[in-house]
Structure formats: structure tokens, C-alpha cells
């Protein structure tokens, strides 16, 4: 059952290379010409590797050990994420650059750019906390990035190229996990309610804005199952070693808002196409049943944490140790999924996608 999406975005693949005069040796041109991304550690490639300052950082042994060349890139996994498997599976032959990195320059600004940065959040507040780059910031790094797609491509193809990128909103755990549920005078003037319409809120302009710069496929990704991470299994999980079931009503509560604002402005744009990319539901059947897919433990992390404010989050830098095999374990940190994780959400994620690239 989560196999036919892949298959039919292969033969989209196929068809948009024999349409695009394949064959001839002359690679196969992907669906969309560019992939742009906003977010948090969910989505970051390494901007936060140029963030001198960013508390959050996954520039070290054990983050990439099944990554290319086996090297830490700033990606909070032990290999690919969910954005890069998107784009495998789209046709692409690399990945947007991190817009920060001096790889994004010249020719590699025509396949996207990523503005992700781990930490970030919806709530400009919480990314400050952390030194991250805010969502407003990832903003204006847009639009200097429309300036020298411009310069490279051409004001019309640059033009054509981000009417038809795709455009993926991935953010909003740190608003909860690093921000609310440990901040006593942001939970006295919201409650939970009122904090998500917060956050919702922020979502709208933002997706709005874009659409107004020229974005016309946009997918957010949902709130995950707060409550199934092992970070907050431990944190709030009072030792019963299971999913925390108010952190998950609370994610269900954000994510019933984000569907009713997503549906408002499809209403609005008619010529904005508009996916959720939904991670809560397949993460939480991995987390409550990891046997039945394939992975033995979805409690522990695959490489060892530490106990330092960040570090309960992520891979202790000092012990470098990992598990023996990332791929049975449904969480790389404490936060983050294994990249066979990871491929086991990008599924679903394609299925939600397909509209938008049709
Ligand atoms: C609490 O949240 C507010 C608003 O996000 C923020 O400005 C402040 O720094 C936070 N305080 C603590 C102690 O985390
Ligand atoms: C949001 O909408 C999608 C379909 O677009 C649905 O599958 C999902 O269950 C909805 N989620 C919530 C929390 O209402
Ligand atoms: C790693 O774990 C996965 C999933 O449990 C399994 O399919 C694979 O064979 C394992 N690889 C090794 C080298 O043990």
C-alpha cells in the first residue's frame, strides 16, 4: 500500500524524461525545476554549520555516518532526509545547497535553495532563543535568492523557475519541545488552543507571502507525535517508557488548525496548489509498532545523547558512539528519525505530493 505512490512518480519521472527528448545519454529532467525549503532541523543541509552562534548543530561524528562519503553535513539524521529523498524520488541527480554554504552560487542556485535552519520554529521568539535563523529571516534570504537566481538564469526562466519549484514548509517542533512546555509566562498568557492559532497564524502570512514572491506548490509537513519522541518520553513521559499522550493531543490540536487554514487558502489562491505532508500519522505507527515495519526499537535512540540542555536532544559529541545499525532503530537522536525512518515517512509524503506536481 506504500509502495504505488513511488511507482507512479516513477513513471511521472519516465514520461517527463521521454517529453523532455531523453535518451541520447542526456540525464532525465526532473518533475520540478527547483526545490526550496524552509524549516527547522527537519529540513536543514547545513545552515546552521555558518550560524557561529546556532546552539544547534549536527557538524559531527555520529550525524552522516550513512550519508555520502560517510561525512557530517549539518543534517540531523545518520543519513538522508526526508526532503532528499523527495527530490531522488522528483529526478534530481543532487540537492539544493544550503543557501548559507559557498555552494550556493553560480548554476547550483537553479535547482533550489534550502533556508532551513535546526531550531528555527514558527515563532520568531523560540529560533532567537537558540541563535537560530528566524522564519522571517529564511525570508528575506528568499528574496535575495530571487536576485541572483536572476542573475544566473535570466529574469524570465528565473521567473518560470519559481512558479514551478516546489516549496516545503517544515517547522514548528521547537515552538513546543524548546519553547512552551518549558516557559512558564508563554503558557500562562496561551494555552494550548490559543498558542496553536498562534502558530497557525504565523503559517498563513508566511505561506502567503510566498505565494505573493511567486511560489505556487507549497507543502507544509504536520506536527509530528510530539509525545512519541524519546526526548519527550523522557522528559515528560513520568518513567513509563511510553508516548506521552497530551503532547500527542496537543500536535493533533495544531494539526486540525493547519488543515483548516491550508484548506482557507487554497480557497483564496485558485492557482496555488497546496499539500500537507503528513509525518504525524506514519511516525506515530512507527513509534507505537516499529516490529511490524521492519524495525526493532522505537524507544531508544541509535546513537548515545547526553545530558546537557541540547544535548538531550542530540548525539553526544564527546562519546562518539552509535548504534550498530541505524536502520533498525525508528529515531537516530532524540528527536530526529533514521534515514530508513525517514524513508518510511517520504512515502506518504509523495503520495500528498503528487498533486502538486501534476
Ligand atoms: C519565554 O517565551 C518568550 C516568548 O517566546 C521568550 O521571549 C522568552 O525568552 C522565553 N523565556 C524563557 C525563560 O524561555
Ligand atoms: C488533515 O487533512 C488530511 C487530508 O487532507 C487528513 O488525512 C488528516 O487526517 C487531517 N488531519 C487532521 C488532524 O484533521
Ligand atoms: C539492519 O537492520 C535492518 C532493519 O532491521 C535489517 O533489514 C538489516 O538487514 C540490518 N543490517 C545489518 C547489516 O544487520
Redesign the pocket.
Known sequence: MVAWPLTVVSLLVASAAIMNGGGGGEQAQPIVPAVISFGDSTIDVGNNNYVPGAVFKADYAPYGQDFLRHEATGRFSDGKIVTDITAETLGFQSYAPPYLSPQASGKNLLIGANFASAASSYYDDTAAMYDAITLTQQLKYYKEYQSKLAAVAGHAKARAILADALYVVSTGTGDFLQNYYHNASLSRRYNVDQYCDLLVGIFSGFADELYRLGARRIGVT?MPPLGCLPASIRLYGEGRGACVPRLNRDA?TF??KL?ATVKALRQQHADLKFA?F?IYTPLRELAQDPVAYGFANARDTCCRTGTAKTRVYLCNPTTAGACRNASSYVFFDAVHPSEAANVFMAESMIEAGIELVT
Open positions: 504536520s493533533e494539526n486540525e488543515n500537507i503528513d
